[in-house]
């Protein structure tokens, strides 16, 4: 059964519909499960303005894509690509250490649903 934190995290839908005003766009497409998503993210080079989404995805997906387009606002770049690398070996530990500026990513990034990595580190 799916947490009701998730389903709540996914429904919040602020920044999901394309607007096609960005400084970059990615269409990507999980092969393990078929999820597919685009994001459209505006930058000025140095931090990230904005980001939105649209997905055709499990509710991981759709939930990991609502918080990273809020979390994302007005980040540096250069901070954020460090960030990711930190995240991306989460999957890899036994023992899960979140920054604390993505706790809120705990709910989805738990031993719990360790097998739904990929959808939830598609976007």
Do not use: W
Request: with cysteine.
């Amino acid at each position: 059964m799916i947490d009701q934190e998730i389903i709540k995290l996914a429904s919040n839908t602020s920044n999901y519909g394309l607007k096609n005003k960005y400084s970059h766009k990615v269409t990507l497409k999980n092969n393990i499960c078929g999820d597919k998503i685009t994001l459209e993210l505006m930058s000025n080079g140095k931090k990230i303005n904005s980001m939105q989404y649209e997905t055709v995805s499990c509710i991981y997906c759709e939930a990991s894509a609502s918080l990273l387009s809020q979390k994302i606002k007005n980040l540096d770049l250069k901070d954020f690509k460090n960030d990711f690398e930190i995240l991306k070996n989460i999957s890899k530990q036994k023992r899960i250490k979140i920054p604390k500026k993505y706790s809120q990513f705990r709910k989805l990034l738990n031993s719990d649903n360790l097998n739904r990595v990929n959808c939830i580190f598609l976007p």
